[in-house]
């Protein structure tokens, strides 16, 4: 009798109100496997973890442990179940020894019970040698760095007697030798049994690290395939799996990326958007090899016109958002040239970016974009005081016109400019933020995932909105991770990667391109 | 039509307790001791308006008590020396602008938490007058008492001097664009700092305010009475926050006025009158009011979870 596998998904189906984060997923997690999960921003990975975790329950399909049916699964009974879950960021206590926090996850939480605490060192120092860590248990966990973290993680979850381990993108922050110890303890798990699910967006990492790998696309699984690795596995040594193919000569493992991709991007752009009709005019924002240390933009050169709409696609973490907040004076530039309309620019504040005509309406706008508590009105006007109200005493005539201008122009839906942010749907919100930066007047538009959250009726009307300010002469920077909405909008793309603009791609690109680039991978 | 329920639900407060006062104890209603009773809350009120920008601010200063008994001491020796009132009182408001400016410094300049900076403010100003001053008094001489007026001129100066900055700096708020800012900053700092203001300016500038005003507000002290005591502030703090609070401005900052800081504040102040004039032994003052205090705070606990 075959036996069952570790993790089996079947159908699985999670709504969060009306969006539907997954749509039916099948997975399957064997012993003694790394199964990769692969797929764009947004596409359920996250959600699928949950839903394994425990921490959200599914609405619809079965989870099944070692062949058993598993319902109402809640964080604690998935601990139980032996499934633990590595994330980027490991969620110890800092200011506790690793001894202390690898007893707080195994000793049972009962308040009473008296502390052994050579035991608990001992068993500590146990588990980190079985992982080959060289982490004393003595050490607070403050003192670690990031990748020490993540393995006194590993040894909680070792120590839980884990038979599932879920790591969540463990590699963002880690530098190429402490990526080598990681994948080194990843393959100790696998050959003592252990079935990883292993999240990454590097390509790379599946090839050198991965048995198998699915791949998720809006919230469906469309595939899995088995890795062939070009490598080989120079650190596994005999844990390898015999089963593992040998490495095959030549490009089976370029075909494979490739395929991987276009798993990833099939689908086709079902939403109509706007046609660009405005022929660009002179150049309004112009970037010459910029960078800036703190928030790692590297040598970006770049132009963007009047009348044009350039998007920036890349995965999360390729510094888009920080070339914005470069281009905002947020987290002003060290290296290189901006140039607006010509003519050299400093921008060290948001005070500089506005006076220079530079609008940015940020990415997160429940946090940044709109004042909740603030009645629309308010928000609308909080960013041309000087100009609305040039004696800077506030003339609530001109405001009130001011806001139902907008509320018109951009078909707000709300009771009126007094009612607070907070009452509007996401889209709404998105277009009071909007027209707050309007209202300033710029020459150039920055826009941060500006559908993010947003339904799809509200969806299109931002679509036609930035292509009609595009029409009136703004230049806008558009960043999506909303691959077809990128290449739908965009009359040129620029895909970024690590800090670096990649690639410059035409608008209309094949998203397979787009999403090559963005993985760093030649086409 | 809420928007305003807050602070009309203090004024009822009040209200109830002034028409409570007139069928109870009429006696309550004689002009001068009413007078003298907004004499002694004038300097209170001006404290409190800054501290309702504070607070609107999303921050704290529990400083102002020893502040406001550094510069009484400093304003009462100048005086003492001879200075004409004049001079003192601009010296006195800018000494209290400074001390404000070095809250105002660390808070926005080294972003330190405000609760933990002006506690240190606080214990500092307070033991250094102390060891500088051993606890001595300042005569101050008779040309000082009232600005040189008649007492009852002096105490209408005073109750004129608070209203007019009550006033002035209640439509400020509304009307004028910085009074805007600090609402947008004490809601969310990172969204006013995307939007183009800049939080750490408006937050050094209402730490500047309240010193500025805690100034005013001891040479308001001073004159009162022929000796300036070295404790005269001691307890302000409390009082001022705990009328604000009352009043409706949300500690989390972002929220209320300064009308329903005024609101609150008479409505404590009226506690002990009344309680004289109601003959209830006095000692029940502080749990009225604190009592006053935990109603205000547990409704807007309320309101805030219903609006969630």
């Keep these: ?523 | 039509m809420n928007r305003y329920f807050r602070e009309l639900s203090v004024v009822g407060a009040l209200g109830a307790v002034l028409i409570a006062m007139a069928v109870f104890a009429p006696a309550f209603y004689q002009p001068q001791p009413l007078l003298s009773l907004l004499t002694r809350e004038a300097p209170t009120l001006v404290v409190a308006c800054g501290m309702a920008l504070v607070i609107i601010c999303r921050q704290i200063d529990i400083s102002v008590g020893s502040m406001f008994s550094v510069v009484s001491v400093c304003a009462g020796l100048l005086a003492a020396r001879g200075w004409p009132l004049l001079l003192v009182l601009p010296v006195a408001m800018l000494l209290g602008a400074l001390l404000g400016a070095f809250n105002g410094f660390l808070v926005a300049g080294l972003r330190l938490p405000s609760i933990v900076v002006t506690l240190a403010t606080m214990v500092a100003l307070r033991q250094g007058l102390n060891m500088v001053r051993q606890g001595e008094f300042v005569n101050m001489p008779d040309a000082v008492q009232w600005f040189g007026l008649s007492q009852s001129a002096g105490q209408w100066l005073m109750v004129a001097i608070a209203l007019a900055l009550l006033v002035a700096l209640g439509l400020a708020m509304r009307h004028v664009a910085a009074g805007r800012f600090v609402y947008a900053v004490g809601t969310d700092a990172e969204a006013a700092r995307l939007a183009g203001i800049q939080p750490q300016l408006v937050t050094f500038l209402v730490f500047v305010f309240i010193g500025a005003f805690t100034g005013l507000a001891a040479m308001m002290n001073i004159v009162q009475s022929p000796q300036v005591q070295p404790l005269s502030g001691m307890g302000l703090e409390l009082k001022v926050i705990a009328a604000v609070v009352v009043g409706g401005v949300a500690i989390s900052g972002g929220r209320g006025n300064l009308w329903g800081a005024f609101a609150g504040l008479l409505l404590l102040a009226c506690v002990a009158p009344a309680l004289t004039h109601l003959h209830i032994e006095a000692y029940w003052e502080k749990a009225i009011q604190g009592g006053i205090i935990l109603l205000a705070v547990v409704a807007d606990g309320v309101r805030s979870r219903k609006q969630n």
């Design chain 1, 1 to 523: 009798m075959p036996a069952a596998p570790l993790l089996e998904l079947r159908r699985l189906v999670k709504n969060y109100g009306g969006v539907r984060a997954l749509r039916g997923v099948d997975f399957e997690l064997r012993a003694g496997e790394v199964h990769a999960l692969l797929g764009e921003n947004g596409a359920g990975k996250s959600t699928l973890i949950k839903t394994v975790t425990g921490a959200h329950e599914p609405t619809a399909g079965t989870i099944a442990i070692a062949g058993q049916p598993v319902t109402g699964l809640t964080p604690k009974r998935a601990h139980e179940l032996g499934i633990a879950c590595i994330y980027q960021q490991p969620a110890l206590f800092p200011d506790l020894t690793v001894a202390e926090n690898i007893a707080l996850r195994l000793e049972p939480a009962t308040a009473s019970r008296r502390v052994d605490w050579r035991s608990r060192r001992e068993r500590a120092a146990q588990l980190l040698a079985r992982i080959g860590a060289a982490i004393s248990p003595d050490s607070e966990v403050r003192s670690l760095s990031m990748p020490e973290q993540q393995l006194v993680e590993i040894a909680c979850a070792l120590g839980a007697g884990a038979r599932i381990v879920i790591m969540d993108e463990p590699t963002a922050s880690l530098t190429q030798k402490e990526q080598h110890l990681l994948f080194a303890v990843v393959r100790d798990l696998r050959k003592s049994g252990v079935g990883v699910i292993y999240i990454s967006h590097r390509l790379e990492e599946i090839f050198d690290l991965a048995d198998r790998v699915t791949v998720l696309r809006d919230g469906e699984s469309v595939g899995t395939r088995q890795v062939r690795s070009s490598r080989g596995d120079e650190a596994g040594g005999p844990g390898l799996l015999t089963a593992r193919p040998e490495p095959a000569e030549g490009s089976a493992a370029t075909l494979t990326e490739a395929e991987l991709i276009r798993l990833m991007v099939g689908r086709e752009v079902a939403q109509i958007y706007p046609p660009s009709e405005s022929a660009p005019g002179e150049v309004v924002l112009a970037l010459r090899n910029v960078g800036c240390a703190a928030s790692g933009v590297r040598d970006v050169t770049l132009d963007v016109r009047a009348g044009e709409v350039v998007g920036l696609a890349g995965l999360v973490g390729a510094g888009r958002t920080e070339l914005a907040r470069v281009l905002f004076g947020l987290t002003p530039a060290d290296a290189g040239e901006i140039s607006l309309r010509g003519a050299p620019v400093t921008l060290h504040s948001p005070q500089d970016a506005v006076a220079h005509g530079i609008a940015y309406v940020p990415e997160d706008r429940r946090r940044h974009g709109v004042v909740l508590d603030l009645p629309i009105a308010h928000n609308m006007t909080m960013a041309v005081h000087r100009r609305l109200f040039p004696d800077r005493w506030l003339r609530f005539g001109a405001e009130q016109a001011l806001a139902l201008d907008f509320i018109r122009d951009l078909a707000v839906k709300c009771a009126g400019p007094d009612a607070p942010g907070g009452s509007l749907s996401g889209g709404n919100q998105q277009k009071v933020s909007l027209a707050r930066w309007l209202a300033t007047k710029p020459k150039l538009l920055i826009l941060d995932e500006p559908t993010q959250g947003v339904d799809v009726g509200a969806k299109s009307e931002i679509h036609r909105i930035v292509r009609r300010l595009a029409k009136d002469g703004l230049a806008v920077l558009l960043i999506s991770s909303d691959l077809p909405e990128v290449i739908g909008m965009s009359d040129r793309i620029g895909v970024m990667r690590g800090g670096r603009l990649q690639a410059m791609l035409p608008g209309k690109s094949d998203p397979h391109d787009v999403m090559s680039a963005a993985l760093g991978q030649g086409t």
